[in-house]
């Protein structure tokens, strides 16, 4: 099948002279785009420490596991301003442990209800239209969900449709794609940006987004699930969206590229308190709190992110992230992180003749809010964690990969995680987590 659409893409076109290794096939120099991925992920851990475990707990048992993510991308540059961009995605297989137990979670790319299967589904059908502020154009750097061939250098950006909330806000060029680079979600993302989206990662919504040469600013409008790590959407949009501004502001140190950015969100849904939970439990009036029971319409999770990168040397770079949300209602759409801090790097194989290689180390630490850290306290169960009680401690994970191109589109890697204090518990862990990728680019 692979080597099948290799010739289509292939035959569609006269390929670019500047054709990108980094893709198993020559993507013409077209109108349209047409491409696939190939994502598997195998893991395992070893048994670890563990006295006690929940409901929500990360199994202290010797365990593997293996996920895999199918997509099938289509575009077309309707005009020079405007693209058509669709995604047909399939994710399978399971995490370990279910992807509980961990707020900072090992694999990315797990679906976390695994009741959903293997079926086919959209994961991004949107239109761009950009508005243009300036007669000179640069060259774009196509990839499957940006496939204008030409951008003005001054423009307003405008999108709609189904896609992922990340896809637009809280990007990194060191840690952002579990395909090629680190596989944590609270590495790849901001884990206390718990953005608008369903079981798999999507919305539906809007951006608008002012772009110039040094600075960008962008706006976006999303659809919350209508329960916490739902699938379904909550369409109510008077008590119930997601809200994101991001300014982002590009830097040059001593001729090396760097940019920060600066995310502010807010999340309107029918979310649970955990005070509110805490408060029935001590007043006698259930046996163990349950945030699910104390939902209200309208209730809003606010938060803060900074995301800054910097190219140190040549093949040489830097990232990391700072995040904050006020942690009193309900972790609901990414996973159960109230603060967090990362900061990684990540080294081209130019310097060992592997131009195409990728050598990454990264840390977070994570934690929890006073509210969310007694709820667990107390027996209680987000959607990720719960191990029946908590002896409280940051949730500090160190990972680091190399990624290798071993032909044209083809990259295995492999990788290692240890976790402290495995869902913010003392009395668990440490965990530690390998893993072998195999990703395909068509």
Not at 19 to 37: E, F, I, M, R
Not at 328 to 350: C, K, P
Request: aromatic share 10%; hydrophobic share 40%.
């Amino acid at each position: 099948m692979i080597r099948a659409l290799a010739v289509v893409l292939a035959l569609g076109g006269v390929a670019r002279a500047d054709d990108d290794p980094n893709y198993l096939a020559p993507h013409p120099d077209a109108p349209w785009w047409l491409s696939g991925q190939f994502n598997s992920i195998l893991q395992a851990q070893p048994g670890f420490h563990s006295p006690y475990a929940g409901d929500h707990s990360f199994l202290p048992d010797d365990k593997h596991a293996i996920s895999f993510v199918v997509t099938a991308f289509g575009g077309i540059e309707a005009t020079p301003n405007t693209a058509i961009v669709f995604a047909y995605e399939s994710a399978g297989g399971t995490g370990l442990s279910s992807a509980l137990g961990i707020a900072g979670f090992t694999n990315l790319d797990v679906v976390r209800n695994p009741t959903l299967g293997a079926a086919p589904y959209i994961g991004r059908a949107f239109v761009e239209q950009i508005i243009p502020l300036s007669d000179h154009r640069i060259a774009n750097d196509r990839n499957p969900l940006h496939v204008l061939r030409t951008l003005p250098d001054h423009r307003i950006a405008l999108r709609a449709g189904k896609f992922s909330t990340v896809d637009v806000f809280d990007t990194n060029e060191g840690a952002t794609d579990s395909h090629l680079q680190f596989m944590n979600w609270a590495i790849d993302n901001n884990g206390a940006y718990d953005y608008a989206a369903d079981t798999r990662g999507y919305s539906l919504g809007f951006t608008i987004e002012y772009a110039a040469p040094l600075w960008a600013l962008r706006f976006g409008e999303m659809l919350m699930p209508a329960v916490a790590n739902g699938p379904d959407y909550d369409h109510d949009v008077a008590n119930a969206r997601g809200e994101n501004l991001e300014l982002e502001v590009h830097d040059c140190i001593a001729g090396h590229p760097g940019l920060v950015r600066a995310l502010g969100f807010m999340n309107h849904a029918n979310m649970g308190k955990y005070d509110d939970a805490i408060a029935e439990y001590r007043a006698l009036i259930v046996d163990v709190p349950d945030v699910r029971a104390t939902h209200a319409p309208g209730r809003v999770k606010y938060g803060f992110g900074l995301n800054a990168e910097q190219e140190i040397a040549t093949d040489l770079h830097v990232f990391g992230r700072l995040g904050w949300n006020e942690g009193h209602y309900e972790s609901f759409a990414y996973t159960e992180i109230d603060n967090t801090v990362m900061l990684g790097g990540d080294l081209r194989g130019g310097r060992w003749s592997r131009p195409g290689d990728k050598l990454g180390l990264a840390a977070v630490s994570n934690g929890l809010s006073k509210d969310h850290e007694t709820y667990l306290q107390l027996g209680g169960d987000g959607f990720i964690l719960g191990d029946g009680k908590l002896h409280y401690g940051r949730e500090t994970i160190v990972e680091a990969y190399y990624t290798a191109r071993v032909y044209r589109g083809v990259f295995p890697a492999v990788d290692i995680q240890v976790v402290d204090n495995p869902g913010y518990n003392r009395d668990r862990g440490p965990a530690i987590v390998g893993s072998v990728r195999l990703h395909v680019e068509i």
